[in-house]
C-alpha cells in the first residue's frame, strides 16, 4: 500500500479540475464514468467533485477507504447511489441505517452460515445444469442476458427452494426492469429526473410494483405452512432477535428484494466479464480447460471439487479486480468529522469506488491486464486496497455464496463450452451504478478433450 502521511491540519480537500459552470462534473460522471472516477485519484487522496448541484467527496486512498468502513456510524448508507436503491430495497440489509443494521445482520447471518453453504451449492449446481442444457454446439447466446438468467434462477432457488414454486416466481422480467432502474437512477444527478413520466421510469415502477406483490404472495404461503424448506425464506420467517421478536413482513419483503437483487446483479456481472475475459486471453483459457479436464474429467462441478481448482478461484478474484460490478458506493456523513486531514461536515456524500483502487497501478502493477497469477503472491492484500465486496461491518454478506457460484458457473460451463463473442464488437461496460459489460453474443463451441 502506498505510505502518506495525511495532513493533521483540517483543511478542505481539493476539487477536481473540468468542473463546468452549473453542471460541474456532472456530464464526466455521467458518460464517462470510469475513467472520470479512476482518474480522480490523481488529484489527491480525497477529491471534492461537483455533480450539478450536489457536492461529493471522493475517497481515492485505500486507507481512507479502510477507515471510512471502519466507522459506519459516522458514514453512515446514504447518498447519491444509495438513495436510489433505497426506493427498491427498502430498509433491506444492504440499504438500512446504521442504527438498526446490527439486529437485521445478526438475524440474517444464519442463512449465509458456511454450514449451509453445501445446500445452496447443489441447488446452484442443478440450476447450472438446468440453464446450460438446451445449449447446442453452434448457437449464438447474448451472454448478459443468459449469465442473468442463470444467477436468477440460482438466487430464486436459494431463497424459495422447492423448484416448482421457485420456477413460479415472475421475477425475471420485473427484476431485470428494477435494476435497470436503479442503476440509471442512481447515475442521474439532477434532482426530479427519475420523477419525471419517461417510459423508463413508468417501467420502473411498475416492474417495482410486481416484485412486491410476487413477494407478498410467497410470504403469505410459507407463513400458511410453517415447515422448514431449508431455504433463505424459511430463515428469515424463523429469525428471531435477542427479544424474540421475529421480521415482520415488511422488513421480509425489503430482504427478499435485496437478495434477489443484490445476489443476481453482481453474479450475472462477474460471470459475463469472467467469459469476456477468458475469450481475450486464450493462454488463461487452455490453462482452466487443463485444470477443468483434470479435475472435472467431463462432468459437472460440484461444491467439493473447488479446492482442487484454484486457477478457477483466481479467475473469479481477478475478474471481480478488473470489473467489480459495484464499482461505486456512498455514504453520508452524520456528523462533522475529519477525514486524512480533511474536514467534512455533517450532511455530506462521500463516495469510494472499488473499480478506482483496484485500477491503482500503486495497488495492482500494470492494473488493467487480466493476470489471474497475480493472485498467487497477492493473495491477501492489504485492507481497502481489493473490495469487490467491501469491508467492515456492511461487507457484503453473501461474498462465499457468490464466488462459489462464479466457481461452480465456470468450472461447469468451461469444462464443456468455449465461449467465443462474436468478433468485431468489443464488449464494453454499461453506464450505471452497476458494472455489468452491454449485451454481447457469442458462439458456443462444445469441448472436445
Ligand atoms: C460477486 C457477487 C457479489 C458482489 C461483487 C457483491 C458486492 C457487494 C458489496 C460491494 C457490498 C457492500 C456495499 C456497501 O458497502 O455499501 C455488498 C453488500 C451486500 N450484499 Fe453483496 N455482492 C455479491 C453477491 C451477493 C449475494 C449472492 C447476495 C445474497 C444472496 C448479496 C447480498 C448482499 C447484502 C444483503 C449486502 C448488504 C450487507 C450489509 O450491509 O450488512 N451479495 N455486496
Redesign the pocket.
Known amino acids: 500500500m502506498p505510505t502518506r502521511l495525511f495532513p493533521t491540519t483540517r483543511s478542505t480537500a481539493a476539487t477536481a479540475p473540468g468542473a463546468l459552470p452549473l453542471l460541474g462534473h456532472a456530464p464526466a460522471f455521467v458518460h464517462r464514468p470510469l475513467d472520470f472516477v479512476a482518474g480522480l485519484a490523481a488529484h489527491g487522496d480525497l477529491v471534492r467533485i461537483r455533480l450539478g448541484p450536489l457536492d461529493a467527496y471522493v475517497a481515492c486512498h485505500p486507507e481512507l477507504v479502510r477507515r471510512l468502513?471502519a466507522d459506519h456510524r459516522t458514514y453512515d448508507?446514504g447518498g447519491l447511489v444509495?438513495d436510489e436503491a433505497r426506493e427498491v430495497l427498502g430498509d433491506?440489509?444492504?440499504?438500512?441505517p446504521a442504527a438498526t443494521?446490527r439486529r437485521?445482520?445478526r438475524m440474517?447471518q444464519t442463512a449465509?452460515h458456511p454450514d449451509r453453504l453445501p445446500d445452496h451449492a447443489a441447488m446452484m449446481a442443478e440450476e447450472i445444469a438446468g440453464t446450460t442444457a438446451p445449449w447446442r454446439h453452434g448457437d449464438t447466446v447474448d451472454v448478459p442476458a443468459a449469465m442473468h438468467r442463470l444467477a436468477t434462477a440460482v438466487?430464486a432457488r436459494?431463497?424459495v427452494a422447492a423448484p416448482e414454486r421457485a420456477g413460479s416466481l415472475p421475477v425475471h422480467a420485473s427484476m431485470a426492469a428494477v435494476t435497470r432502474g436503479v442503476a440509471r437512477r442512481g447515475m442521474m444527478p439532477l434532482p426530479g429526473a427519475d420523477r419525471l413520466p419517461t417510459p423508463g421510469n413508468r417501467r420502473f415502477r411498475r416492474a417495482r410494483q410486481d416484485l412486491r406483490e410476487v413477494t407478498r404472495r410467497l410470504i403469505a404461503h410459507y407463513r400458511a405452512d410453517a415447515s422448514d424448506h431449508r431455504d433463505?425464506l424459511s430463515v428469515l420467517l424463523g429469525a428471531r432477535d435477542e427479544d424474540g421478536q421475529g421480521l415482520s413482513d415488511a422488513e421480509i419483503h425489503d430482504?427478499v428484494v435485496?437478495?434477489?437483487l443484490?445476489?443476481?446483479e453482481?453474479?450475472a456481472?462477474?460471470l459475463s466479464w469472467a467469459w469476456a475475459l477468458l475469450a481475450a486471453n486464450p493462454a488463461v483459457r487452455d490453462r482452466l480447460h487443463t485444470e477443468l479436464d483434470t479435475v472435472l474429467d467431463g462432468r459437472p462441478a460440484r461444491h467439493e471439487d473447488l479446492p482442487s481448482l484454484p486457477l478457477t478461484a483466481r479467475i473469479v478474484s481477478e475478474t471481480?479486480r478488473l470489473y467489480?460490478?459495484?464499482w461505486i458506493?456512498?455514504?453520508t456523513v452524520t456528523t462533522d468529522t475529519e477525514l486524512g486531514g480533511h474536514h467534512l461536515p455533517a450532511g455530506a456524500t462521500v463516495l469510494f469506488s472499488?473499480y478506482l483502487l483496484h485500477r491503482r497501478a500503486d495497488l495492482f502493477p500494470c492494473p488493467d491486464r487480466f493476470d489471474p497469477d497475480r493472485w498467487l503472491t497477492t493473495a491477501h492484500p492489504a485492507a481497502g486496497t481489493y473490495?469487490?465486496?467491501?469491508?467492515?461491518?456492511?461487507?457484503?454478506?453473501?461474498?462465499t455464496?457468490?464466488?462459489t457460484?462464479?466457481a461452480l458457473a465456470i468450472a461447469t460451463i468451461a469444462a464443456r463450452w468455449t465461449v467465443t463473442p462474436t468478433p468485431g464488437r468489443p464488449v464494453r461496460p454499461t453506464r450505471g451504478s452497476s458494472l455489468a459489460p452491454r449485451p454481447f453474443t457469442a458462439t458456443l463451441a462444445r469441448r472436445s478433450r
Not at 433491506?92 to 438500512?96: P, S
Not at 473490495?387 to 454478506?397: D, E, S, T
Open positions: 468502513l448508507k444509495l433491506g440489509l444492504a440499504t438500512c443494521h437485521q445482520r440474517l449465509f438466487t436459494c431463497l433463505l430482504h435485496t437478495f434477489l443484490a445476489g443476481t453482481t453474479t456481472a462477474t471481480l467489480p460490478p459495484v458506493l456512498s455514504r472499488p473490495i469487490p465486496f467491501g469491508l467492515g461491518a456492511r461487507r457484503c454478506i453473501g461474498d455464496f457468490g464466488t457460484e462464479a
